[in-house]
């Protein structure tokens, strides 16, 4: 009889520990917004069962990511003996962030809260016995980050630049068309007012038609103003665009209005996601307030 086939490795498993105040938090947001599941101040002893959990309610492709915490205590040594074994079935990645005494201190004060190793002595105090307690998790770790001179933006690159995908780091845009007398978007970062157009609403032959109608498209984009502002305001996008990626920030929403979000508000907003996905962007186009009259 011939052995049974090994387990397929699952999905990236990224362990997330460190000292307090060294960044854990920001890793953590900044690998869900790379698409991992994450599980904030994990047990160790949970491990396998959560590993277990996502592989069958997502799939076992679904990266995960899981934040230790000093305040585990000893389930340090059942997270230890978990990546040894290999008992989760996928790659895992022990990354360990720290930061100066100094660093930390002010950090932590600014925060205005205790060490969870402090008690009743000083803050200090709980640092040096937390270096103690997570010395071991360091010496093994696969990837240390000193976020001494790091700010929010710059971590997050890093974690990033270790554990994204050429998918995961495209910035994602939402172009969305709208009606100003429905209301702006409240979650936009940038609003274009396309009322500056002739309206085809005063065409009777186009009156019934949307912005996605060839003909609308045609006759909005054919209006004088219109190539001039789709060639200075997509290089514009392009340009924040870079600078949003740069900052850490992989999510921008273009709003693009008109009287009643029907006609040149869609046909623009289809063109400008057109323009903008030709370079790379991962874009989605939606019409809020189509068919809304």
Known sequence: MSAPAPEAPGGPLVIVTGMTGAGRSTAAKELEDLGFFVVDNLP??????????????????????????????????????????????????????????????????????????????????GLHRERAVLAKLRSDADLVIDTTSLNV????????????????????????SFGFKYGIPVDADFVADMRF???????????????????????????????PFLEQYVPLLRTVAEGYLNEG??????????TGGKHRSVAMTEEIAARLRADGFEVRATHRDLGRE
């Open 44 to 125: 160790p002893t949970l491990l396998r069962e959560v590993v277990r959990l996502v592989d069958e309610s997502k799939g076992s492709q679904q990266p995960i990511a899981v934040v230790v915490d000093v305040r585990s205590g000893s389930f340090f040594d059942s997270l230890q003996v978990n990546l040894a074994e290999g008992a989760t079935h996928r790659q895992a990645t022990l990354l360990f962030l720290e930061a100066s005494d100094e660093v930390l201190v002010r950090r932590q004060e600014a925060a205005r809260r205790p060490h969870p190793l402090q008690g009743s002595d000083r803050l200090l105090d």
């Open 153 to 176: 933006h710059q971590l997050t690159k890093r974690i990033a630049q270790a554990f994204g995908t050429p998918d995961t780091t495209r910035l994602k845009v939402r172009v969305v």
């Open 197 to 227: 157009l002739p309206n085809p609403h005063w065409v009777p032959e186009l009156r019934a038609l949307t912005g996605q109608d060839p003909d609308v498209a045609a006759y909005v984009k054919g209006r004088p103003g219109a190539e």
């Open 249 to 258: 920030k992989r999510f921008m929403t273009v709003a693009v209005g008109c």
